[in-house]
């Protein structure tokens, strides 16, 4: 084989590689805009429309707990009754969970609605299916009392 043919034949090998490279392994996605219905964008391109109805959306998972509360107080805490295992202070949203990663985000809707609540704290490690909401004093924490609900872990 000359010289010629080996350039040849190296300028087809990079080529060919060049054309594979922009068909096979760039993703395919229609581009629907007003002038094509969806029909004829996938016949005229032969390509897969992207859209929301085919995209999956995540669903929260949902699992059913005891709901407790807490307060700020040196009975129900540590030494440091105003900060979270996690390091930052306690507010409205915070609880404490063992069994979910430090913040992980959960929604209680059977009794909280759409109010979203932010794994900051932990529990003693006895309480493994508990949820721990932090109140901001005492009397609401009795008040709150001890429940089973439904959480959505977002």
């Known amino acids: 084989m000359n010289k010629y043919n080996k350039y040849l034949a190296a300028l087809l090998v990079v080529m060919s590689f060049n054309v594979l490279q922009t068909n096979v392994f760039q993703p395919k996605i229609a581009v629907i805009n007003e002038n094509y219905s ?9 390509r897969p429309v992207l859209t929301l109805e085919n995209q999956k959306v995540a669903k929260p998972k949902i699992l059913k707990v005891w709901l407790t509360a807490y307060s700020s ?8 009754p105003f900060i979270t295992a996690s390091g930052s202070y306690v507010r409205n949203g915070v609880v404490a969970a ?5 913040g992980a985000k959960i929604r209680i809707p059977e009794v909280f609605g759409s109010q979203i ?6 529990m003693h490690p006895r309480y493994q ?23 959505e872990i977002l």
């Open 38 to 46: 969806l029909d004829d964008s996938l016949t005229a391109q032969n």
């Open 73 to 80: 107080t040196p009975e129900q805490t540590d030494e440091t």
């Open 98 to 102: 063992n069994f979910l990663p430090m």
């Open 117 to 122: 609540f932010v794994v900051e704290d932990r």
């Open 129 to 151: 299916n508990y949820i721990d909401i932090w109140f901001p004093d005492a009397e609401q924490a009795k008040n709150f009392g001890k429940k089973i609900s439904k959480i």
